[in-house]
């Protein structure tokens, strides 16, 4: 398990307490979404991941607290 930090349409920082090599590639779990990532570096416990596709605008916003149209953010998590 892990605890984002920061997120954006591209990836994101997660804050975990086991260390991942640069590199390695992982699966995420974003609420009802699943995204595949590749670790880009590593500070500590910082870890800067790049999502293989772009997030839907709707469900970054929505997991970061924002209101969303409720039909976009079912879309985005289709």
């Known amino acids: 398990s892990c605890t984002i ?3 954006s349409l ?15 590639s992982l699966w995420i779990a974003l609420g009802k979404v699943r995204v595949f990532a590749t670790v ?3 500070r500590g416990k910082q870890i ?9 605008k709707a469900l970054v916003l929505s997991l970061r ?3 969303v149209d409720p039909k976009a953010l079912e879309d985005a998590e289709a």
Do not use: S
């Open 5 to 7: 930090c920061d997120l």
């Open 10 to 24: 591209g990836g994101a920082k997660i804050e975990a307490n086991h260390t991942v090599p640069v590199g390695e």
């Open 40 to 42: 880009q570096w590593v």
């Open 48 to 56: 800067g991941v790049k999502f293989e596709e772009k997030l839907p």
């Open 65 to 67: 607290g924002e209101a």
